[in-house]
């Protein structure tokens, strides 16, 4: 799908990583992209994001309705404005953006590629962690490392979104029988190293509460960047009566 022209992309859109989904949707994984007016979004199998400008009106909103379908949950970021009236907001958490220019990055030799064969047991590790939305095509946004014991993915961490000029690291997670072993720590920096060998710089987003792993990316080099809102809204059933059905 083609890359939206610069007329008609966001005059307020002063820095890539206030709204990251979007610049990665018009840039990088432009190819991904399914649209409709001025809304973007993943592939529901690659990720739930959707990516409005930040500043919507209406027509935006009735464009993401009717992308999304009638009821759909939809996760939003860099979107400063609440929904119109009939969304109703389900989920609101406060994050923390963090960038790794400082990151000592450095490539790890029992850090090997995933691949799509690889899969299921992603799956099963994003599981048993949590650490974010990871969904079958997940993979094909990125680089994804991990490490295995006896055979056993045990540890992982990848890319995300993809910004111009930087790469989201996500998916960080370890399998509680092997964390404080410093495993999250070594994929993170090896991540990183390839997110350096192309002249990109890594960042990351945080849960606020979450302040163990928030504590480890700040002792491997990244720093504070900004806030985030973790903001999660469900479409309203029946759509607006002047969202066009898709």
């Given amino acids: 799908m083609s890359r939206i022209p610069a007329s008609?992309?966001?005059?307020?859109?002063?820095?890539?990583?206030?709204?990251?989904?979007?610049?990665?949707?018009?840039?990088?994984?432009?190819?991904?992209?399914?649209?409709?007016?001025?809304?973007?979004?993943?592939?529901?199998?690659?990720?739930?994001?959707?990516?409005?400008?930040?500043?919507?009106?209406?027509?935006?909103?009735?464009?993401?309705?009717?992308?999304?379908?009638?009821?759909?949950?939809?996760?939003?970021?860099g979107v400063s404005v609440p929904p119109p009236r009939g969304w109703e907001v389900v989920r609101r958490g406060a994050g923390v953006q963090l960038v790794g220019?400082?990151?000592?990055?450095?490539?790890?030799?029992?850090?090997?590629?995933?691949?799509?064969?690889?899969?299921?047991?992603m799956l099963a590790l994003v599981a048993a962690t949590k650490p974010g939305p990871f969904l079958p095509r997940t993979i094909e946004l990125g680089t994804y490392l991990g490490i295995r014991r006896n055979g056993a993915l045990v540890a992982m961490a990848g890319e995300r979104l993809h910004p111009p000029g930087w790469t989201e690291v996500s998916a960080v997670c370890t399998d509680p029988a092997?964390?404080?072993?410093?495993?999250?720590?070594?994929?993170?920096?090896?991540?990183?190293?390839?997110?350096?060998?192309?002249?990109?710089?890594?960042?990351?987003?945080?849960?606020a509460t979450n302040t163990n792993a928030i504590?480890?990316?700040?002792?491997?080099?990244?720093?504070?960047?900004?806030e985030a809102t973790f903001l999660a809204v469900r479409v309203p059933d029946p759509l607006p009566e002047n969202a066009p059905v898709i």
């Fill in 101 to 121: 220019d400082g990151l000592a990055a450095a490539p790890d030799d029992e850090a090997v590629r995933l691949q799509p064969s690889d899969v299921p047991e």
């Fill in 8 to 77: 008609r992309q966001d005059p307020d859109q002063r820095h890539p990583l206030d709204n990251p989904a979007r610049w990665s949707l018009t840039g990088a994984h432009a190819h991904l992209a399914e649209r409709r007016g001025n809304v973007l979004r993943y592939p529901v199998d690659v990720s739930p994001f959707v990516a409005l400008p930040e500043q919507p009106d209406a027509a935006d909103w009735n464009d993401m309705a009717a992308l999304a379908g009638p009821g759909a949950l939809v996760p939003l970021a």
């Fill in 178 to 207: 092997f964390r404080s072993q410093g495993l999250g720590g070594r994929l993170v920096r090896a991540v990183a190293a390839g997110i350096r060998e192309r002249g990109e710089t890594p960042f990351l987003h945080a849960v």
């Fill in 215 to 226: 504590r480890l990316y700040l002792s491997l080099g990244f720093r504070f960047r900004r």
